[in-house]
C-alpha cells in the first residue's frame, strides 16, 4: 500500500524493466511534495520518478520498482546486523540525506520503512522512498508542523521548531 492508494507492478516492455505504478485518485498537497524527488539529481539510493501519465479518473506515478521489501522488514527478520553491514547501511542512508539537503529538500519522514532493498543481491542497493511529506527549505529556514510517522519522530518535530536536523533523528 503506498501513500495515497494501492501499488502496482508493471513493465516498460521496450526496456524489460520492472516500475511501480500508483493510481492516484486526486492531487493533493503530499501528491505535490512527493514530485520533489523530480527536483533531486539522479542518485543510486533514491527511487527515481520515471513519469506521471493522466487518464480519465485518475493520475498515475511510475517509479523503480524496490522488489525486496522495507529495511524495517530486513532488520526484524535477520534479528540484527554486523557492524560491518549496519555501517554500510547507515552510510547510504546519509548519503541519501546528505544529497537531499543540498538541494534544498528535507524528507521529514525518513525510517527504515522509507528505506527499501531494490533487489536480493549480496551488494545489496537501498532507495530512499515516499517524499509525501518532503518539503524544500532555505538556510536556517525553521518549521512548526507535526508531520511523519510518530515511532520515529524527532523530538524537534513535536516541539514544532524544527529544520533539516530532523532527517538525521
Known amino acids: 500500500m503506498g501513500l495515497w492508494s494501492d501499488v502496482h507492478v508493471s513493465t516498460v516492455s521496450a526496456a524489460d524493466s520492472k516500475n511501480t505504478l500508483q493510481p492516484l485518485d486526486s492531487i493533493d498537497e503530499s501528491f505535490t511534495r512527493a514530485l520533489s524527488v523530480k527536483h533531486l539529481p539522479k542518485h543510486l539510493n ?21 522488489e525486496e521489501g522495507e529495511l524495517v522488514d530486513r532488520i526484524v527478520a535477520k534479528g540484527h546486523y554486523t557492524e560491518r553491514v549496519a555501517a554500510a547501511v547507515m552510510k547510504t542512508i546519509v548519503e541519501v540525506v546528505q544529497v537531499c539537503h543540498k538541494h534544498g529538500v528535507m524528507h521529514r519522514d525518513l525510517n527504515p520503512k522509507k528505506i527499501l ?26 518549521f512548526n508542523e507535526i508531520v511523519g510517522s510518530l515511532y520515529y519522530m524527532a523530538l524537534e518535530v513535536l516541539k514544532r521548531n524544527y529544520g533539516p536536523e530532523v532527517d538525521v533523528w
Open 117 to 142: 532493498f531494490v533487489n536480493k543481491k549480496k551488494s545489496f542497493s537501498l532507495k530512499a522512498i515516499d517524499f509525501g511529506l518532503s518539503v524544500f527549505f532555505r538556510p536556517r529556514e525553521q
Open 46 to 66: 533514491i527511487v527515481s520518478l520515471n513519469d506521471t501519465y493522466e487518464d480519465d479518473s485518475v493520475v498515475h506515478i511510475v517509479m523503480k520498482l524496490c
